[in-house]
């Protein structure tokens, strides 16, 4: 299974939008969120393209109610407070917002840890732990909005960016 990982959208609808698009081109069949939606609107640009979705709230979602709301409105999304750990096809992948307020060990149980909150893109690992960032898909500190595409299966990832002028800042 390819699922698509996203973070950090603060209301960018456009970049939300054409990312979802590609996303959905690519024929992911889950998309993770690791928060940071903002507002139930920004919500809705991405879940008028019917995904499949788990989600965690990140620091600047103020109005978890209605994004709640939002995502009871669509068919197959889920919120939940960070961290939220779950069991896709025999692995073990954690979901949360901030990093930093997760302990290592928490971390090293889970084979994928998939984390927002800095913006800033990067795949490492913690032992056998795959962790990945897929950046802001804002795009508003780091110029150019941003997802990942993973492979459940054999762990290969792939950076989804929004390159052309209409982007940058």
Do not use: K
């Not at 991405?46 to 209605?66: C, Y």
């Not at 960032?133 to 492979?151: I, K, Q, R, S, V």
């Amino acid at each position: 299974m390819r699922i698509a990982l996203l973070a950090d959208s603060h209301d960018r609808v456009p970049a939300i939008q054409a990312l979802g698009q590609r996303i959905a081109d690519a024929g992911a069949g889950l998309v993770l969120h690791a928060g940071d939606y903002c507002s139930p609107f920004a919500l809705r640009s991405l879940t008028e393209l019917n995904p499949a979705m788990a989600g965690v709230f990140g620091r600047n979602d103020g109005d978890h109610e209605g994004l709640r709301a939002e995502a009871a409105r669509a068919v197959g999304v889920e919120l939940y407070e960070s961290p939220h750990s779950v069991e896709l096809e025999g692995r073990r992948l954690l979901l949360v917002h901030d990093i930093g307020e997760v302990h290592e060990r928490s971390l090293e149980a889970h084979d994928i840890v998939v984390h927002g909150c800095n913006h800033e893109y990067g795949v490492t690992s913690l032992g056998r732990t795959l962790v990945l960032n897929p950046g802001e898909a804002c795009g508003w500190l780091f110029g150019a909005p941003t997802a990942m595409l993973l492979d459940l299966q054999t762990n290969e990832w792939e950076l989804i960016r929004l390159d052309g002028p209409e982007w940058r800042l």
